[in-house]
Nanobody, 119 residues
Framework: QVQLVESGGGQVQPGESLRLSCVAS????????MGWYRQVPGKQRELVAS???????HYADSVKGRFTISRDNAKDTVYLQMTSLKPEDTAVYYC?????????????WGQGTQVTVSS
């Protein structure tokens, strides 16, 4: 059974930092595209950052230069280091693991962790 468990969320003030962790079980994260998404009520879930099997990273324009995604294959854990946080970063953050497969892609989600940026 595949599980993705996020942690590290919380409430911080603007300008502060947080590091989110996503621990995977049942899969090897280095064989998946791992991503962090976020969602606020009433809006679609959006991709924040992803890291490919080869280690290439991609970021949403809104977080470039502030967020860093990384992966520890030995721990099957993916991190999202968030710095210079802004109120608009407030959302539930979800970890995702995706792999192209036949007949259907493999796609797994964590339960989410709340990040609140407020003064």
């Amino acid at each position: 059974q595949v599980q993705l468990v996020e942690s590290g969320g919380g409430q911080v003030q603007p300008g502060e930092s947080l590091r989110l962790s996503c621990v995977a079980s049942g899969i090897l994260v280095n064989f998946y595209v791992m991503g962090w998404y976020r969602q606020v009520p009433g809006k679609q879930r959006e991709l924040v950052a992803s890291i490919s099997i080869g280690g290439n990273t991609h970021y949403a324009d809104s977080v470039k230069g502030r967020f860093t995604i990384s992966r520890d294959n030995a721990k099957d854990t993916v991190y999202l280091q968030m710095t210079s946080l802004k109120p608009e970063d407030t959302a539930v953050y979800y970890c995702n693991a995706n792999r192209v497969a036949e007949p259907n892609d493999l796609d797994y989600w964590g339960q989410g962790t709340q990040v609140t940026v407020s003064s």
